[in-house]
């Protein structure tokens, strides 16, 4: 349902002040989720890309992004009510088992699904960390929406309904941890969120506080214990290569002040982690060990993304590598050049003095937000020798709800908490903290 509001199609003056210009992103993001709908399922695009079917991780995002757009009068509550009981009536009406077109399983949801229909998309894994992520957001609308109307207890009800017949058991496969997926031609993936630090904070937390189906702390504990603390640039801190690692989980959980086991033996919460994660990115694109174009203290942010190859080319000399949507990461690779400015926007509630100046640089010099009407562009290469219209490089032609969901939510939670908030006064995601072993410092 489309908002009454203009679309935003604002650069910000590099005169406006810095709330100006955060506000002027988060509004252009979030219109990604207002636009980019269908208009009978409800359901988010994963990218803008012609035919690209649904995201459920961009759903989970897009359901936080309308508490946000509320807040900020870019959308009138009775739309997002609208728009909300849409999506989660159709996600409990639409069918659950375990045919190979089904919708999913289990209470777990197909990674993507065709727009229309709302069946499995490119026989994907029935997929058990975006299911968290879309059940984040199922939540959100839950803590949000909690006026004494009949839409409004709807919503509380299919929420609950949907999060309730999640059989995170069943995604054990007989082991302490959870399985990444299940595919019905197959079986279980083999993967398991067993080792290193990943994303799937979110995950566990969500499993181990279900209602319905909820996993004992075995499976945390043994995930955790992996966890080794290193220090890269003289910041000590639990490693991964990605920016979104780092940032994912922290769009619904307040870590400040609270430590796990694995926090009690560093001394640091996962917040503190996250912040010295990102001054790793910064000062790996101040050294430049690989010689990137435009790699610099204002210009950093390796993360899953897009990008222009696969290509393998010899520039200025050098036998290059180039990737197409990849997890880049920093200091260890891969990297190839690309850069994503959505994922420095991603860590402002981490390091706001970093983050805001490298925001300011991507639209005043590098020139990555006049290209469409969602904000930056998702990812660029100046390395890469394409041009693609802009004078820094190749940008990618597409724009990605997995991106503009962590621009909405973290700049809110950087100015108002609001995600946060809601999400603290959630009794399942408290439950699933607790059972984590999470306790003030």
Request: net charge negative.
């Amino acid at each position: 349902m489309k908002s009454s509001q203009p679309d935003l199609l604002v650069t910000p003056d590099p005169r406006s002040s810095d709330k100006e210009m955060l506000d002027t992103l988060l509004a252009e993001a979030f219109l990604f989720f207002r636009d980019e709908v269908n208009p009978v399922t409800g359901l988010t695009v994963d990218k803008t890309q012609p035919h690209s079917p649904s995201s459920i991780a961009a759903e989970g995002l897009g359901l936080s992004a309308h508490a946000v757009a509320v807040e900020r009068g870019l959308l009138s509550r009775a739309g997002a009510v609208v728009s909300t009981l849409k999506v989660l009536r159709f996600l409990h009406s639409s069918h659950q088992g375990p045919e190979a077109d089904a919708t999913g399983y289990k209470g777990f949801y197909y990674h993507f699904l065709d727009m229309r229909t709302g069946r499995r998309a490119w026989k994907s894994e029935l997929s058990t960390i975006d299911t968290a992520i879309l059940m984040a957001g199922i939540l959100t609308a839950a803590a949000y929406f909690t006026l004494e109307n009949d839409d409004e207890r709807e919503i509380r009800d299919l929420a609950d309904a949907l999060y309730r017949r999640v059989d995170w058991q069943w995604a054990l496969n007989g082991k302490a941890t959870i399985c990444h997926g299940w595919k019905p031609e197959s079986g279980f993936l083999s993967f398991r969120w067993d080792t290193g630090y990943s994303e799937a904070l979110i995950l566990y937390v969500l499993a181990m506080g279900s209602p319905g189906f909820p996993i004992g702390p075995q499976g945390y504990r043994q995930w955790t214990s992996t966890f080794k603390s290193q220090s890269i640039y003289g910041y000590e801190h639990l490693y991964a290569g990605p920016l979104f690692i780092h940032q994912m989980s922290h769009l619904w959980l307040d870590f400040r002040g609270i430590h796990d086991d694995f926090n009690r033996k560093t001394g640091i919460d996962y917040f503190e982690n996250s912040r010295r994660a990102t001054y790793v990115q910064r000062q790996y694109a101040i050294e430049n060990p690989l010689r990137f174009a435009h790699y610099s203290d204002h210009s950093w942010g390796l993360t899953a993304s897009d990008g222009p190859g696969p290509a393998t080319l010899e520039i200025d000399g050098v036998q290059r590598a180039f990737y197409g949507y990849i997890a880049r990461g920093a200091p260890f690779g891969p990297d190839d050049g690309t850069l994503s400015p959505w994922a420095v926007i991603a860590s402002l509630p981490f390091a706001p003095e970093i983050v805001i100046p490298a925001a300011r640089h991507a639209i005043d010099r590098l020139d990555l937000k006049k290209h469409g009407k969602y904000g930056f562009d998702a990812s660029f290469n100046p390395t890469f020798p394409e041009r693609s219209g802009n004078p820094n490089g190749w940008v990618s032609p597409w724009i990605f709800g997995l991106n503009q969901g962590p621009i909405v939510l973290t700049i809110e939670n950087f100015q108002s908490g609001l995600i946060w908030n809601l999400i603290r006064k959630c009794p399942y995601v408290a439950d699933g903290l607790m059972r984590a072993g999470f306790a003030p410092a």
